[in-house]
């Protein structure tokens, strides 16, 4: 199936057509980069949960570095609200509430180099 797209950048529009291959490929590597991802967030949460972390987990949604701390420990959240700004391939990207709350804590600092999946924040 072909779809066909356009693509602004820097002001410069781009007609662009994607063809859709055998969708076998892409959903077999996805589940097997998952479960990696998935194991080395709760090793890294385990401590932090000790204390007075939150049910709702606030994950990042791509590799970088932390570039602001929004929500600080006992702010009310509403879902979709910025919790950490973080910064990737000079992007500021910000990671949101998955939903309403209160931020219980956060477990990373401005400058903190973090992989896909990385636990930020947790909410009660």
Known sequence: MMKNYTIT???TAYDVTVEETGASA?????PKAAPKAAPAAPKAAAPAASG??????VEAGAAGKIFKIEKNVGD???KGDAVVIL?????EIPVVAPADGTVASVN??????VEAG???????
């Open 118 to 124: 990385a636990l930020l924040a947790t909410l009660k």
């Open 52 to 57: 007075a972390a939150g049910s709702v987990k």
């Open 26 to 30: 892409a959903p077999a590597a996805a």
């Open 76 to 78: 009310a959240v509403k």
């Open 108 to 113: 990373c600092s401005v400058g903190d180099s």
């Open 87 to 91: 910064e990737a391939m000079k992007m």
């Open 9 to 11: 950048v820097n002001g």
